[in-house]
């Protein structure tokens, strides 16, 4: 067993679990802001019930993600000790900053939210889910800004063999990370979009099913109410759900367009960063205009796939060259052309130096996983499409007022919730892996060994052995099998309870009954 190899699987499994909290946290939290804000504004009870019900599935995520980031803290630093002491001086800053927002403004004005309602004045109270809620979006950014480092060093020289910031401002404003911003921020309002799609549609077929919804002649809604033991389920009930339902589709399908859009530009910034990493997405060999609708290959026999076993099935003429320039006319170069152009600038072979360990000397790989970095691009693309198409259907389905009185219809709106969570997982493995074998990439506008980058190979901690590297997977792996039971075990009770479960003073009645057992006491 090699401890690189386990690492990395480490850092995949652990990076790819958090990163499944922080784009519904920080979409939803702008959204349950948006909602007070409209309380706030208008009066309607129904926007209250939507802020208290929403707030609360924030609040169970939020806390899972900040549970997940502190463990992966443990991982970087004992797997990664290298590559900390490499990164360490840029990181610095806006990780300093991130932590500063996520753990400081983010949960001081989120915890005066959960305990100001009604001890608060209402302008203060929803001046706290709005700091806290925008604290996630810019603690998002300075991750990002580490990040995009990792894919583009800049503001940043080499001493004594690591990097050192000479420019700050070049860092928090590297053009890497203005694109990725956007396209990651749009990301998550999909995620949140399609989270209350799906969750609204349910309780809207849960209406249906019990008979307290039916439609007229012209199918159009009419809206009942069910409010025997404390059940609840009130005409403004009907409008929380058909209003979340409509507001989390019209979300989704804007968020498409500005996903597709920042999208774009960011993969023009890989043709010109990261060329190989374009080149191995498009399973593009040989130098060329057309994009791989479908290509096939076979596994070699380490395990990957190579250009000698690629064949292009259906291509399309000059869009590469679009994506990549604009034009439908400049050819792309290929992996053929870039490997030798890589073996020039870096090596063919890694150095013959301690810190490599038993990998000194190996030869190295340019070519990142191709069956990764190209099915993970098309997943992406195809997983964020679905669920934009998903929510324009919705859109057209709901235009009556109600939800067809078809379980497989419910049962597939609940189930769609997952896709954009599968784009943003997919587009996120494509981005890391692509990179390889370099864990910082260098910066193609410096000279050859001025530049600062690192090999994935020197990044590992050199004194922990294989069975350690494996004990803390299998450990890692194991708090987070157990973290996900209970994030979806709470999910699914507050879900089921619907709004009752986050205002039980709505299912209190004089007999006590209403106090359904799916109601979690859950405390604000």
């Known amino acids: 067993m090699d401890p690189l190899d386990i690492a990395r699987w480490q850092f995949g499994i652990t990076t790819v679990y958090h990163f499944l909290m922080v784009p519904l946290t920080i979409g939803l939290g702008v959204l ?20 208290k019900f929403w707030g609360k599935l924030f609040l169970i995520n939020f806390i899972m993600g900040v549970a997940t980031g502190i463990v992966q803290e443990f991982q970087f630093g004992m797997a990664w000790s290298e590559y900390s002491r490499f990164v360490g001086d840029v990181f610095g800053a806006p990780l300093a900053m991130e932590a500063l927002l ?8 989120l915890g005066l939210w959960i305990f100001g309602w009604k001890r608060l004045p209402k302008a203060v109270h929803l001046a706290c889910i709005w700091c806290a809620s925008l604290a996630t979006v810019f603690s998002a950014y300075f991750i990002l800004v580490a990040n995009s480092w990792m894919q583009h060093p800049v503001g940043t020289e080499l001493v004594d063999g690591r990097g050192v910031m000479t420019d700050a401002w070049a ?32 309780h809207l077929y849960k209406r249906r099913a019990a008979g307290i919804d039916t439609v007229d002649a012209t199918g159009r809604v009419v809206v009942g109410e069910d409010t025997s033991r404390g059940r609840n389920r009130d005409k403004t009930d009907y409008r929380v759900w058909i209003t979340s339902l409509r507001l989390g589709a019209v979300v989704a399908l804007i968020s498409f367009l500005g996903v597709a859009f920042s999208g774009h530009a960011q993969a023009q910034l890989m043709f010109e960063q990261q060329p190989m990493k374009m080149a191995a997405a498009e399973a593009a060999c040989h130098d060329g205009t ?6 096939i290959g076979n596994l070699s026999a380490d395990g990957a796939t190579t ?22 006319t400049t050819e792309i170069k290929g992996v053929n052309t870039l490997l030798p152009e890589y073996q ?20 190295i790989n340019y070519l990142p996983l191709m069956e990764v970095t190209y099915w993970g691009f098309r997943m992406m693309i195809t997983f964020g499409g679905l669920a934009a198409f998903a929510a324009a259907v919705a859109l057209w389905i709901v235009r009556k007022g109600t939800v067809p009185q078809r379980r497989w219809l419910s049962r597939l709106a609940v189930f769609g919730i997952l896709a954009p969570f599968g784009a943003n997982s997919a587009g996120w493995i494509f981005t890391e892996m692509g990179r390889q074998p370099f864990v910082v990439a260098p910066n193609p ?25 494996l004990f803390s997977l299998v450990a890692l792996t ?28 709505l299912n209190d009645t004089d007999d006590g009954a209403g106090q359904d057992d799916d109601v979690l006491a859950f405390a604000y």
């Not at 057309?290 to 290509?295: E, N």
């Not at 506008?445 to 590297?469: H, I, L, N, R, Y």
Request: charged share 15%; net charge negative; glycine share 10%.
């Open 32 to 51: 349950v802001a948006s909602l007070q804000t409209a309380w706030h504004v208008t009066g309607r009870e129904h926007y209250l019930r939507m802020t």
């Open 102 to 109: 996520a753990f400081f403004v983010e949960s001081t004005f």
């Open 171 to 202: 860092v928090f404003t590297n053009n890497t990370a203005l694109v990725t911003f956007p396209h990651t921020i749009f990301g998550a309002f999909a995620v949140a979009g399609a989270f209350l799609l799906g969750i609204a549609w349910f």
């Open 290 to 295: 057309g994009f791989s609708v479908l290509s």
């Open 307 to 328: 250009c000698e076993d690629i064949v292009a099935v259906y291509e399309i003429p000059g869009l590469l060259s679009f994506l990549a320039n604009d034009d439908f």
């Open 344 to 363: 020039e600038k870096y090596g063919t072979h890694l150095p013959d130096d301690p810190m490599y360990g038993e990998r000194a000397g190996q030869e």
């Open 445 to 469: 506008t410096f000279d050859g060994v001025d530049q600062v980058f690192m090999f994935t190979a020197s990044a590992v901690s050199p004194g922990v052995s294989a069975g350690e590297m």
């Open 478 to 505: 194991s708090v987070y099998a157990v973290l996900l039971v209970v994030e979806v075990v709470l999910l699914w009770r507050y879900v089921g309870g619907g709004v009752g479960s986050a205002m039980p003073e």
